[in-house]
């Protein structure tokens, strides 16, 4: 007797991420949309704030979120010593008025801790905390489909080349070690086709 294919056993097959969601980014909406849902709700509504905040203006990957330390913040020069996993290249980013108003609070909040965002019982959050957090913040923002934190790297990236930055300069931003890994944001860009038409 040949042995089925599938049977009770075996856990089903994960779905491919194009069956969840029609694509992997938020535009600049769904990030505000996902934002104010985040300060709306839960007893750390400040730290999860600033966490997707960081994500999507640094275009942080989430291993790299719950490695950030408070010595790679500079709130007076208003610079961030971004170090990227992946062997990715590590940059300096500007950081904005929004995000030093959203470190400051963070930080008179934190109490003298080493790790920007920490859990309630004072160590750094795991990956997993920061996937639920996204996830949960998405269905409270009304969004149609299943929200990750990647997608607020992409987002990012998405963002800035629909702003017209220079590919290298995206690419540096981000810490591509390889320019075709930045090309896809630029590749998708509708501005592109702008003037194509006259009328």
Not at 72 to 97: E, I, T
Not at 130 to 142: P, R, S, T
Not at 158 to 178: E, P, S
Not at 191 to 197: A, E, H, I, M, T
Request: hydrophobic fraction near 40%; proline fraction near 6%.
């Amino acid at each position: 007797m040949t042995q089925p294919l599938f049977s009770a056993k075996y856990p089903p097959q994960k779905p491919y991420n194009t069956a969840r969601r029609s694509r992997e980014y938020l535009t600049p909406e769904e990030v505000e949309q996902l934002l104010r849902a985040a300060r709306r709700q839960g007893r750390c509504r400040q730290r999860n704030a600033t966490l997707m905040l960081l994500m999507y203006r640094h275009g942080l990957r989430v291993a790299e979120l719950v490695r950030l330390r408070w010595d790679m913040f500079d709130l007076k020069a208003a610079v961030f010593h971004v170090q990227r996993v992946k062997n990715g290249l590590p940059s300096v980013h500007p950081l904005r008025g929004v995000e030093l108003r959203a470190l400051r609070q963070l930080h008179v909040a934190g109490a003298g801790a080493a790790y920007l965002f920490v859990s309630e019982r004072g160590g750094p959050l795991t990956t997993r905390t920061v996937h639920h957090i996204v996830a949960v913040a998405g269905e409270a923002a009304g969004l149609p489909f299943p929200v990750h934190p990647h997608m607020l790297r992409h987002a990012c990236g998405f963002y800035l080349a629909n702003k017209g930055v220079d590919t290298r300069a995206l690419q540096q931003y981000l810490g591509h070690r390889n320019i075709q890994h930045t090309v896809r944001y630029t590749e998708l860009t509708p501005q592109r086709f702008q003037s194509f038409w006259d009328d």
